[in-house]
Nanobody, 112 residues
Framework: VQLQASGGGLVQGGGSLRLSCTTS????????VAWYRQAPGKQRELVAS???????NYADSVKGRFTISSDNAKNTVYLQMNSLKPEDTAVYYC???????WGQGTLVTVSS
């Protein structure tokens, strides 16, 4: 099983980015997918998750600004991030929940 995360970059505060997480390998295809992030000096934290049926969950800090969605035909989960703030700066990781499989991380930097 492999997860490929992409879409990070440098953006000004108030801007938007869309992250993508594509899974391959077939196994665990029914598992929910989650995005986590880890800022320098901080613990990794859950940002959002989505089940294969489309149920979503968000951290309070991103509710109303971030949207997680999936395209099951493409085995891809997206994280649309709007109204970005400097405190959203972190490495963002996607994972198949409760499998131990993680993507390599993609860096999001939000300038003030």
């Amino acid at each position: 099983v492999q997860l490929q995360a992409s879409g990070g970059g440098l953006v000004q505060g108030g801007g938007s980015l869309r992250l993508s997480c594509t899974t391959s390998g077939g196994a665990f295809s029914s598992r929910p997918v989650a995005w986590y992030r880890q800022a320098p000096g901080k613990q990794r934290e859950l940002v959002a998750s989505i089940t294969r049926s489309g149920s979503t969950n968000y951290a309070d800090s991103v509710k109303g600004r971030f949207t997680i969605s999936s395209d099951n035909a493409k085995n891809t989960v997206y994280l649309q991030m709007n109204s970005l703030k400097p405190e959203d700066t972190a490495v963002y990781y996607c994972t198949l929940v409760a499998t131990g499989y993680w993507g390599q991380g993609t860096l999001v930097t939000v300038s003030s």
